[in-house]
């Protein structure tokens, strides 16, 4: 099956500071890799998602970055605030799996 | 109506008890999906409704059984489950089976006595 790693499984970073967080797939088929927001006790939001036709995709502080070749993207968070500490889902397509979903990373912005 | 809502937002449920969990949409999506998220685990797919037709079922037991009245409906039913299917039941919805956007409910949280 599809394998999706993420790292790292957990980050601190002091507000304002960035944040990265890097997911690798194994099948280069995939053409789709979304990344999910996950507040405690709240619904997987969709946050940011890139298709492979482009390298880079930014939406105000958030940012995705895609390296087909290598088989990673990666998300990034600028100017983090204590409202981005959440758990963060990488996600993808594999065969007729809608999405498989790398373990997450805790995120803690620490004021 | 960007939303999918779920109901019940908590359930507890005995092993011997039938109950159902509904999930609803109103953005016209043609494809819904039934996830089981563990605590700090990542959601894990259960069922796949592309068009009204279950199209995955992830080696789900029995003991879970999805139902899609319509294309803005989905049911999960539930019935002699075991304590360890307690956790996070996720809906979610997207325009089509494949590379889209999926759309999360927020979620009903049942616990299996």
């Known amino acids: 099956g599809e394998n999706v790693e993420q790292h790292p499984s957990t980050l601190s970073v002091q507000e304002g500071d960035s944040a990265v967080i890097k997911c690798t797939y194994s099948?280069?088929?995939?053409?789709?890799f979304p990344w999910y927001k996950q507040e405690l006790g709240k619904r997987p939001q969709l946050i940011i998602d890139?298709?492979?036709?482009?390298g880079e995709k930014k939406d105000q502080r958030i940012a995705v970055t895609l390296n087909k070749t290598a088989k990673h993207f990666s998300l990034h968070i600028t100017e983090t605030q204590p409202e981005d500490s959440a758990v963060y889902f990488c996600?993808?397509?594999?065969?007729?799996?809608?999405?498989?979903f790398g373990k997450g990373t805790r995120l803690s912005v620490i004021a | 109506d960007t939303e999918v809502t779920q109901t019940p937002k908590h359930l507890v449920m005995g092993m011997t008890n039938k109950k159902s969990l509904k999930c609803e949409q109103h953005m016209g999506h043609r494809a819904m999906y039934w996830y089981k998220q563990k605590a700090k685990k990542p959601p894990e797919l259960m069922f796949v409704y592309s068009y009204e037709k279950l199209s995955i079922n992830e080696s789900v037991p029995s003991r879970f059984s999805p139902e899609c009245p319509n294309s803005s409906l989905l049911n999960l039913h539930l019935h002699a489950l075991q304590p360890e299917d307690s956790a996070l039941y996720l809906c979610a919805s997207s325009h089509g089976q494949g590379e889209y956007e999926q759309y999360f409910g927020p979620g009903t949280r049942l616990t299996v006595t």
């Open positions: 099948d280069s088929a995939s053409n789709y």
């Open positions: 996600a993808v397509p594999f065969g007729n799996t809608p999405l498989v």
């Open positions: 890139i298709r492979s036709n482009v």
